[in-house]
């Protein structure tokens, strides 16, 4: 999912998210929403489909304020349904929040007992019925003290004590205090972006999985975004990223920093740079199109073959295709073409409308690839169905052979912090060998790049990475999980 928040007087909110959104769109093309706050009260509006065409000039005029938060989702748990589009709201007494998450739970379950009017498939939900939650149970106890105080106060006066056993009606509870006590009750992955009326809070986990970053428009406003260049598209310098474990609360008087949670054992997702995030942007300080180019050379020196043209499965794999080029020699060059209006990937229901699926979203370019000894660069096989269907049409348009070489370690374990993989048996590495994946591809080599040539080419500096989908080292276990 991609989620973005924006607090900026001088600039209309709705606006400025529908930008970042769109920048965040390969994130989830599922749904698509923003909730906006007028200074008073909060507007929520959301949709199935994607961004721009969910949204117009007409839905945003409808969306006034200087406040606001997005989210685009991809669903991992939950239902691909219009109730688990986001931002989620609830509210406590006469507190209305709204919230926005990337990510995912491993103790949703957990979390989910005793809150039977939250969504248990949802983690976002139940996060958000906890928070509601533990607001009312803040205005208790706030009112609570006051009472005692009172009784205190009336003691010291010398009073008759009218009023001492009078308890206090419990008022609103206060939504950081709320989000203190619950965010280090989660487990897993997540960087929310939350809001009241007036607030706009970012809270990334102690692991720090996906990434969030805090932005500075021109006009002085914050941003907070999942990637970078969700913040170049509406003109905010990056300040730096939300530190594992840390809240920050921005309002009229700047942002405030709260450590809620000491941060754990670093563990960024590494397939952010394989495959998940935009080329143009930066993560942990890294810039993702480099790193991309850096695991092709390294793929290069790693597995050489002799051929004729170097070429990427495109778009994710077109970085490190240069650098496969660059470093091996080989001409570079396009043998597919992707359709660029493909939205989310056709589910046809028998073999013969999947393979008119892909070539909705690929064709090949007959005259680069007739003949020709192809090294084919792809960033990752997680279920190989459209890579198979791939290869076939490379075959069909004349190619002489194909040496397949993968950018990332194999898949070969579940992805329990926000990529949808959750079922094992469909990922191919978990039940083939490379050679048997090879001839299931039709591929005439398959080579796949170490992980530590991957995760040098990420980064020299060792450690940090989440990589739990190629090793089964998880960093935060999972509650049922047999490794
Ligand atoms: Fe990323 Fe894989 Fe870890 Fe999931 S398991 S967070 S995809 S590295």
């Known amino acids: 999912c991609g989620v973005f928040g924006v607090r900026d007087p001088q600039q209309p909110a709705a606006h400025l998210t529908y930008l970042g959104l769109f920048a965040l769109q390969h994130r989830g093309q599922e749904s698509a929403g923003i909730a906006v706050s ?92 906890l928070v509601a939650d533990a607001l009312l149970a803040d205005a208790i106890a706030t009112a609570a003290g006051k009472t005692a105080a009172n009784k205190a106060a009336a003691g010291d006066i010398g009073s008759t004590g009218h009023d001492a056993g009078v308890a206090e009606k419990p008022g609103n509870g206060d939504l950081i205090a709320a989000l203190t006590s619950v965010l280090p009750r989660l487990q ?127 778009d994710s794999s077109i970085p490190g295709a240069q650098g496969y080029a660059a470093e091996s020699g080989i001409e570079y060059g396009d043998g597919l073409i992707k359709n660029r209006y493909i939205g989310r990937t056709f589910i046809a229901p028998n073999q013969q409308l999947r393979e008119n699926a892909v070539r909705i979203k690929f064709n090949a370019i007959e005259d680069n690839v007739a003949g020709k000894k192809l090294v084919v660069v792809e960033d990752s096989i997680v279920r190989a169905t459209t890579l198979r269907s791939t290869m076939k049409l490379l075959r069909d348009a004349g190619a002489a052979e194909i040496h397949l070489r993968v950018l990332s370690a194999p898949y070969r374990w579940s992805c329990f912090y926000g990529l949808d993989t959750s079922d094992r048996s469909k990922l191919v590495a978990a039940t083939m060998s490379v050679e048997q994946i090879r001839e299931h591809l039709g591929a005439d080599s398959l080579a796949y790049l170490e992980l530590d040539e991957m995760l040098t080419a990420i980064s020299p500096e060792p450690g940090g990475f989440c990589t739990a989908c190629m090793t089964g080292d998880y960093p935060v276990p999972v509650p049922g999980l047999v490794v």
């Open 188 to 314: 897993g992955a997540y960087s929310f972006v939350v809001m009241d009326e007036t607030r706009l809070i970012g809270a990334r986990d102690p692991n720090g999985f996906r990434p969030l970053f805090l932005g500075r428009c021109e006009t002085g406003g914050w941003v907070l975004a999942s990637e970078t260049p969700a913040l170049d598209v509406v003109s905010a310098k990056v300040v730096r990223e939300i530190d594992p474990g840390e809240m920050v609360v921005i309002d009229d008087d700047g942002v405030h920093s709260i450590q809620f949670a000491e941060p754990a054992r670093k563990a960024l997702c590494s397939f952010e740079f394989v495959y998940i995030a935009r080329p143009d942007g930066k993560l942990a300080g890294v810039g993702v199109h480099a790193a991309r180019r850096r695991m092709g050379r390294a793929l290069a020196r790693q597995s050489p073959v002799d051929a004729d043209m170097v070429m990427p499965i495109p």
């Open 38 to 129: 007028d200074g008073d009260k909060i507007m929520i509006d959301k949709d199935m489909g994607l961004v721009a065409t969910i949204f117009d000039e007409h839905r945003l005029q409808a969306l006034p304020g200087t406040l606001a938060i997005g989210h685009t989702r991809y669903a991992t748990t939950g239902a691909s349904a219009w109730r688990n589009a986001q931002p989620v709201a609830r509210h406590a007494g006469d507190v209305f929040f709204a919230l926005g998450h990337n990510g995912n739970l491993v103790n949703t379950i957990e979390l989910a007992v005793g809150h039977p009017d939250a969504d248990a498939d949802s983690d976002s939900d139940v996060v958000a019925a």
